[in-house]
């Protein structure tokens, strides 16, 4: 059968409790990226209907799909995080693809991050330089890596590769060291924000905002996150984007974002500046929600909106994620393992949610971990 390596697999997923498969959304918002809920704000809706361009791009940026939106949106962003360029890529994680493949090369060497995002892997992966994986911010390990490949005959650049606001984890990087050991080691710094820009760092905008502009640092910006949108901008020097604009096949090969998505982004960047108590009610949000962990004798690895849940093998993780579910709280298992070997839930805090929804989410938690304990 032509199929039977295909059924195999995924009959080896379901027998470790790893089969994914797609759900509605149902119940109370704790699993979505939407941290600001932008994403079904009136104003965004309104500044996209009400553009009337079209909905296709009808090319590559390089042919006839490139439009005012498109530059319009980057010179935007330049000013909204102090870059030197920006550049609109259609999606997040074809975005971290695309500058891996293309600026890294021959001779180089990329230290990732063991827990940045998989697309950052991908793009190592498929791109000419070799990489490495650095412990989870461990500063010192980073720096060691470097001085190895260094002894061993390294003569070309290194690349230090993070996330500033880890996806899983909910933990920040130690960024001003990064940025130390990048200028001592003549590397650069690639900084993923997915998970920050528009929430953490000066005037809530970006965690790199101190370093922007700087010709050793690159930026990703996913716009499908706070922003409430979808793409991505990547902030760089501008040798890096005209180098990217002739040489980077997932940008010069595919048909450009939609302008109305351009535009959505941009309101978002102006929502961003103007209503800044949104950041403020989040911040509010996720300093109470640590609080009442800590009242019920639950210590949060985390210290942002993105609060990992350890609740050991997967199929214990799949059975709570269910329990919670069938109480009206929308909270999915990764399906992916911890450091440890554990599997946890990944919780996620937005202005979806009220104080009392974090309450009884909680309480909820705390009765099904009882449950399943006797």
């Known amino acids: 059968m032509k199929l039977d390596a295909y059924v195999t697999a995924l009959h080896a997923l379901k027998e470790d409790d ?69 550049l609109f890529f259609g999606v997040g994680y074809v975005a971290n693809f695309a500058h891996l493949t293309t600026l890294p090369q021959r001779g180089d060497l990329l230290v990732l991050e063991s827990l940045v995002h998989a697309s950052v892997h991908e793009g190592a992966r498929a791109g000419r330089a070799d990489f490495q994986i650095s412990v989870h911010n461990d500063s010192c390990s980073v720096e060691n890596t470097i001085r190895d490949w260094r002894a061993k005959g390294g003569i070309a650049r290194a690349r230090i590769v993070v996330e500033s606001l880890y996806s899983m984890d909910g933990d920040f990087a130690p960024l001003e060291d990064l940025v130390a050991i ?83 982004v941009r309101a ?43 609740v050991g093998d997967n199929a214990r993780a799949m059975r709570r994620a269910s329990a919670l579910q069938a109480r009206g709280f929308d909270i999915r298992d990764p399906r992916n393992a911890a450091a440890n070997g554990a599997s946890w839930l990944r919780i996620s805090l937005t202005l979806n949610v009220a104080e009392e929804d974090v309450l009884a989410m909680l309480d909820a938690l705390i009765e099904e971990t009882t449950n399943e304990a006797q």
């Open 18 to 86: 790893r089969l994914r498969g797609l759900k509605p959304r149902t119940g109370v918002n704790f699993a979505s990226n939407d941290y600001l809920a932008l994403a079904s704000a009136p104003r965004m809706n309104l500044a996209a209907l009400g553009a009337g361009t079209p909905i296709g791009a009808g090319g590559s940026r390089l042919l006839r799909g490139n439009c005012e939106e498109h530059e319009s949106l980057q010179a935007e962003a330049v000013r909204f995080f102090g870059a030197r360029t920006a």
């Open 182 to 264: 990048a200028d001592r080691h003549d590397a650069f710094l690639i900084v993923d924000e997915a998970h920050a820009t528009g929430v953490y760092g000066e005037q809530e905008r970006e965690l790199t905002a101190p370093c922007e502009g700087r010709e050793n640092l690159l930026v990703v910006h996913t716009c499908g996150k706070a922003l409430g949108a979808a793409g991505a901008l990547v902030t760089a020097s501008g040798v890096l984007r005209d180098f990217m604009v002739n040489r980077c096949r997932p940008f010069i090969f595919a048909t450009a974002p939609s302008s109305l998505m351009a535009i959505a």
């Open 268 to 310: 978002a960047l102006s929502i961003l500046q103007e209503e800044s108590e949104r950041q403020q009610h989040l911040a509010k949000l996720v300093a109470f929600m640590h609080r009442q962990m800590r009242k019920r004798g639950w210590q949060s690895p985390s210290g942002s909106q993105i609060v990992p849940c350890i």
